[in-house]
């Protein structure tokens, strides 16, 4: 897959707030956020979307899922609840080709979604 922002911000070539790292994930704050907490969640190893996923990315993934959950615990959001969101292609609203996790929390969410 073609270099992303999100790849930039992996290697430290451009700045981003980061939360979270594991030796597989990283978390940083969304740029233009959608709630009080809005944390992006994406595996080191580049995926462009979910889309573009295999049963060879299959522990990656739940490792990005688990750090989500992990930091969202950690950091007192499980109670009262959050939201997680992968955008996925055109249609899903999907911006960057670097498959991420978006944590919303700090509010009451709604749904349907927009
Ligand atoms: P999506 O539309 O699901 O692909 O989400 C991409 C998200 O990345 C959007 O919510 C953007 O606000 C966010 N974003 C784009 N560039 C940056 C950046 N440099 N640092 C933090 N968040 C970013």
């Known amino acids: 897959m073609s270099d992303t922002i999100f790849g ?6 451009v700045p981003a707030d980061i939360v979270f790292e594991n030796d597989d ?4 704050r969304d740029l233009n956020p959608q709630a009080p907490v ?3 969640f994406i595996p080191k190893q580049a995926v462009a979307s979910l889309d573009a996923a295999g049963t060879e990315h299959a522990e990656l993934l739940g490792k990005l899922l688990l ?3 992990e930091y969202a615990r950690a950091e007192g959001l499980a109670e ?5 969101v992968i955008n996925c292609n055109e249609a899903g609203g999907q911006t960057v080709y670097h498959l991420h996790v978006h944590l919303l929390a700090g509010r009451q969410m709604t749904w349907p979604p927009g």
């Open 67 to 69: 750090a989500t959950a």
């Open 8 to 13: 930039k911000i992996i290697r430290r070539e």
């Open 25 to 28: 994930v990283l978390a940083f």
């Open 80 to 84: 009262p609840g959050y939201r997680t």
């Open 38 to 40: 809005h944390v992006l």
